[in-house]
């Protein structure tokens, strides 16, 4: 099963937006496992993940969190403002499938 992996400052605040990622993927009869982790635990979430995306409060760490990442192929991307602002399960959906493609 592919793993997203939402990251963000306490792991807390995507909780709503997880909520709606799972929900969409239930309407379009996908499998996939999403979860919402703090920043403070990338590394240890990166192991299992197929995809992070960072929540835009923690998009300074995006240069870094890609580094780690790089050598294990896995894309790290920070979710469009917008779509984290109004919690656009499904566009916040596409990006991370988009990546994994």
């Known amino acids: 099963m592919k793993k997203i992996v939402l990251c963000c ?10 909520k709606r990622m799972q929900a969409e993927t239930e309407k379009r009869a996908l499998t996939l496992e999403i979860v919402a982790v703090p920043a403070a635990e990338f590394e240890s979430a990166l192991a299992d993940a197929d995809v992070v995306l960072l929540g835009p409060q923690v998009k300074y760490e995006l ?3 890609s580094h780690i990442a790089a050598p294990l192929g896995k894309p790290v991307a920070v979710i469009d403002m917008m779509d984290y602002g109004t919690l656009r399960g499904d566009k916040v959906l596409d990006h991370a499938l988009a990546l994994m493609a």
């Open 9 to 18: 400052a306490a792991g807390m605040s995507t909780s709503m937006l997880v």
């Open 63 to 65: 240069a870094r969190f």
